[in-house]
């Protein structure tokens, strides 16, 4: 069973990078047919897809935050992470990491509980 | 972008009633529709995945149909567990390496 928990700062001052991480058990993040994702959830609203990443490291991001976004690999520990740079209080939410399959069908079948990032100074 | 338009954004409802959501793409997607049900605190979780396929472990009463840009989610007898957001999502974006989108949700409420 994989599972998939998030880790970090609850509480980030404006301005400063949100910097969070994804730990993967029950699977490796080096197999093929994955793409480790980022989701969040501003309170109240819908889902936003930030990004994701290949085991061979390749990345897509969401335009509207591509210029403050990076996303990372790290194999050795099963982990990926999101930094997300110059946030501001529309940056407040839950940030979900998933795992997106890809094998002509696509979607995420697994989801970490999540993790409430509030921006204030 | 691909849009995704769901209807309605909530709505009320008994247990046992047959219970019927929408979502609309902006553009066809083909087949690349999937449901995820919400309850509150919680992670989504993937009920349905390629438009129409039951993801395992999830009851018979949820069924998904549809293609292109029109698809529709069908609860047939609500369960008092069932009262939960859903939300419809397209990944047709990742032929094209663009931006994967979710629905606005769906409430069903009592």
């Known amino acids: 069973q994989v599972q998939l928990q998030e880790s970090g700062p609850g509480l980030v001052k404006p301005s400063q990078t949100l910097s969070l991480t994804c730990t993967v058990s029950?699977?490796?993040?080096?197999?093929?047919?994955?793409?480790w994702t980022w989701i969040r959830q501003h309170p109240g609203q819908g889902l936003e897809w930030i990004g994701y990443i290949y085991y061979s490291g390749s990345t897509d991001y969401n335009p509207s935050l591509k210029s403050r976004v990076s996303i990372s690999l790290d194999t050795s520990k099963n982990q990926f992470s999101l930094k997300l740079s110059s946030v501001t209080a529309a940056d407040t939410a839950v940030y979900y990491c998933a795992r997106l399959l890809w094998s002509g069908d696509s979607y995420v079948d697994y989801w970490g509980q999540g993790t409430l990032v509030t921006v204030s100074s | 972008d691909i849009q995704m338009t769901q209807s309605p954004s909530s709505l009320s409802a008994s247990v046992g009633d047959r219970v019927t959501i929408t979502c609309r793409a902006s553009q066809n997607i083909n087949s690349y529709l999937n449901w995820y049900q919400q309850k509150p605190g919680k992670a989504p979780k993937l009920l349905i995945h390629t438009a129409s396929s039951l993801q395992s472990g999830v009851p018979s009463r949820f069924r998904g149909s549809g293609s292109g840009t029109d698809f529709t989610l069908t609860i047939s007898s609500l369960q008092p567990e069932d009262f939960a957001t859903y939300y419809c999502?397209?990944?047709?974006?990742?032929?094209?390496?663009?931006?994967?989108?979710f629905g606005g949700g769906t409430k069903v409420e009592i």
């Open positions: 029950g699977g490796s993040i080096s197999s093929g047919g994955y793409y």
């Open positions: 999502q397209q990944t047709y974006s990742m032929l094209t390496y663009s931006t994967l989108t």
